[in-house]
Structures are given as structure tokens and as C-alpha cells.
């Protein structure tokens, strides 16, 4: 069964500080993965995309990797401001659909 | 970059009474629209596909006749939540993609979502 599981759940930590957000998939077969950051009340907005050739990049403060050999990626945010606040989920799509499955989302608080 | 646009994004309605949901890509031609939905605090659910031209298809557990979508044009799918009902009440997202012409490498794009309250 295709899934996508995403850690912590809730992450709080302290403006300035830095964060790495965790997304183990079992998508197969793997065709990319997407980060998206949703605010609260608000769609969905794309960070990145990373195919299979590729195992790092980069989005202004946010850096995602991929290790497609272990199914992992992380998304890490450097010098977290209060307007990282946010939901962070992990999409994967598998090479043979449109579908995206979506992980269930990392929430992040970022306090003063 | 690509948008898409959502409307209204918020709408309160009373119990039986229908409420459509308009989904727009603005600068890209959209042969297929995805309807989700969102419960507090959980991920996005695909209730259906919506593909210009022709039935949307469904996910199971979704009722067809309750959830009517129409995607008469590139650009343009609408959802109507007929005879709402206070269970209805959620937020909906609609997202549109931007064929790369890479296999499974569209670019996805999410309106803003809808929040609707059935009272």
C-alpha cells in the first residue's frame, strides 16, 4: 500500500532557530516528492520538488533531500521566523499516477 | 508562477440548501481538476478527479449525486455540495496541474481553499 508517513506531528520552536522535518515513503514506483507548506485556512504552497536523480535542494531558507534507496527525504528550515508557522506536508507521486499521496503533515509553531 | 483560484473562501449556508465551489487556473489550460477536502488538523483527501469534457471520477466512499462536479471548460471545475448537511462542513481545496511533459512531473497548484459552514 502506497503511504506516506511524516515526523514529528507538532514540532514548536523558538524564532531564529533551525528545524529539520522528517517524510519516510513506501510510494512505488517513486516518480517525485513534493513539500508543500499550507497556513492554516490557506491551500497548499509548493517548497519543492525532487525527482530520483536528485538528493538535495534548495528553496531559499528551506533544503529538502532525498535518499531514494531508504525512501526517506527531510526538509530543513534554516533561521525559522514567525511566518514559518505553518503546516508542512510530504507528497509523493508514484511514476504510473496523476495521484499524490499525501503525508499527514508536520505542524510547526514558531514562537518569539 | 501558475495559479489557480478558489471562490468564495468561505461560505456559510443553511442545512438543505446547495453551494457551488468555482476552481479557476488562470494562466495554464487545466485538462484535469482535483477536489479534496480537509478535516482540522488532517491532511487533504481526494474525493475526485474532475477531467474537462467528461464524468469526474469519484473516490470511493464519495457520493456521486451529493458532491456534483462539473469541468465544462480548460480553465474552469466547479463543485456544488447538494443538499448540504452539517457533516458537510469542512474546508475544500481544489488543484490544478501543469503538464511538464515528463512522465508523472506536473506541477501541482492548489486554490486557496474553500470553508464551509452548514448550520
Known amino acids: 500500500k502506497n503511504q506516506v508517513e511524516q515526523s514529528p506531528q507538532s514540532l514548536i520552536i523558538l524564532e531564529g532557530k533551525n528545524c529539520t522535518l522528517q517524510?519516510?515513503?513506501?510510494?512505488?514506483?517513486?516518480?517525485?516528492l513534493r513539500w508543500y507548506k499550507q497556513d492554516t485556512g490557506r491551500g497548499p504552497v509548493s517548497l519543492t520538488i525532487?525527482?530520483?536523480?536528485?538528493n538535495t535542494k534548495s528553496n531559499g531558507r528551506y533544503t529538502a533531500t532525498l535518499d531514494a534507496d531508504t525512501k526517506q527525504s527531510s526538509l530543513h528550515i534554516t533561521a525559522s521566523q514567525l511566518s514559518d508557522s505553518a503546516s508542512y506536508i510530504c507528497?509523493?507521486?508514484?511514476?504510473?499516477?496523476?495521484?499524490?499521496?499525501f503525508g499527514p503533515g508536520t505542524r510547526l509553531s514558531v514562537l518569539p | 508562477g501558475a495559479v489557480v483560484s478558489q471562490h468564495p473562501s468561505r461560505v456559510i449556508c443553511k442545512s438543505g440548501t446547495s453551494v457551488k465551489i468555482e476552481c479557476r487556473s488562470l494562466?495554464?489550460?487545466?485538462?484535469?481538476m482535483f477536489w479534496y477536502r480537509q478535516f482540522p488538523k488532517q491532511s487533504l483527501m481526494l474525493m475526485a478527479t474532475?477531467?474537462?469534457?467528461?464524468?469526474?471520477?469519484?473516490e470511493q466512499g464519495v457520493e456521486k449525486d451529493k458532491f456534483l462536479i462539473n469541468h465544462a471548460s480548460l480553465t474552469l471545475s466547479t463543485l456544488t455540495v447538494t443538499s448540504a448537511h452539517p457533516e458537510d462542513s469542512s474546508f475544500y481545496i481544489c488543484?490544478?496541474?501543469?503538464?511538464?511533459?515528463?512522465?508523472?512531473?506536473?506541477?501541482?497548484?492548489f486554490g486557496q481553499g474553500t470553508r464551509l459552514t452548514v448550520v
Open positions: 517524510c519516510n515513503y513506501t510510494v512505488s514506483p517513486f516518480s517525485n
Open positions: 507528497v509523493v507521486t508514484s511514476i504510473y499516477g496523476q495521484n499524490f499521496v
Open positions: 494562466d495554464f489550460q487545466a485538462t484535469t
Open positions: 525532487m525527482t530520483f536523480s536528485e
Open positions: 474532475s477531467n474537462e469534457g467528461s464524468k469526474a471520477t469519484y
Open positions: 488543484s490544478a496541474r501543469d503538464w511538464t511533459g515528463e512522465v508523472g512531473n506536473t506541477e501541482a497548484f
